[in-house]
């Protein structure tokens, strides 16, 4: 499923037009985004939740050439599914 698909099954189970439905989905990737961002985390109870990891700078090797190279420490986001999704993709 792509994010189109996603807004038309919103619309479909929302009743929402998919200009509406488009404007939801869009809304609550950008609060998640800007939690995120500003270092917090998002959690949906029955979901999952949202948060950050730090991850610290290391050495690596270019695969076309072998020569090593430094990787530059960054934040990731993480996805931990909670049980009401894990209960449902395993049914």
């Known amino acids: 499923m792509n994010k189109q698909d996603l807004i038309s099954n919103v ?3 929302s009743g929402l037009s998919k200009s ?13 985004t800007s939690a995120l961002s500003g270092g917090g985390e998002v959690r949906l109870v029955g979901f999952g939740t949202f948060s ?16 090593p190279m ?11 599914a909670g049980k009401g999704l894990k209960d449902a993709v395993n049914k």
Do not use: L, M, W, Y
């Open 11 to 13: 619309a479909d189970h």
């Open 20 to 32: 509406d439905a488009g404007k939801a989905v869009d809304a609550v990737f950008e609060s998640i």
């Open 52 to 67: 950050t990891s730090k991850r610290k700078a290391s050495t690596g090797r270019n695969p076309r050439t072998g020569e």
């Open 70 to 80: 430094q990787i530059p420490a960054s934040t990731q986001a993480k996805f931990k």
